[in-house]
């Protein structure tokens, strides 16, 4: 079983910072692909960015380059979601998302979130950036 556990969310103005974190518990030693997922109220959720643990590549979707950055911290199990420069469109729900025994070229290639069979989830964590 595995659980993950965010934090970090909050309330900032434009042109600030967030750092998420998603704990990862449990079973965790097969999980190799960590995905960022974001859902704003009337939005389909969508995949911010992913990380392959294992080569420690990343991927990003198109609106979040140059500004998020994705990392982790294997002794503490940790993944993190670095977010600069945010504007009032990155508002939404965040979540962790994990998956195990995932082809890498699958983690982060093009197309990456439908590729990925993300098992688990966390329960997210509200972003909130005013104009």
């Known amino acids: 079983q595995v659980q993950l556990v965010e934090s970090g969310g909050g309330s900032v103005q434009a042109g600030g910072s967030l750092r998420l974190s998603c704990v990862a518990s449990g079973l965790t030693y097969r999980l190799n692909c960590m995905g960022w997922f974001r859902q704003a109220p009337g939005k389909e959720r969508e995949g911010v960015a992913v990380?392959?643990?294992?080569?420690?590549?990343?991927t990003y979707t198109d609106s979040v380059k140059g500004r998020f950055t994705v990392s982790h911290d294997n002794a503490k199990n940790t993944v993190y979601l670095q977010m600069d420069s945010l504007k009032p469109e990155d508002t939404a729900m965040y979540y962790c998302?994990?998956?195990?025994?995932?082809?890498?070229?699958?983690?982060?290639?093009?197309?990456?979130?439908?590729?990925?069979?993300?098992?688990?989830w966390g329960q997210g964590t509200q972003v909130t950036v005013s104009s």
């Open positions: 990380l392959s643990i294992e080569r420690g590549s990343q």
């Open positions: 998302a994990a998956a195990a025994n995932t082809w890498y070229g699958a983690c982060v290639g093009n197309n990456w979130p439908a590729r990925v069979n993300f098992g688990y």
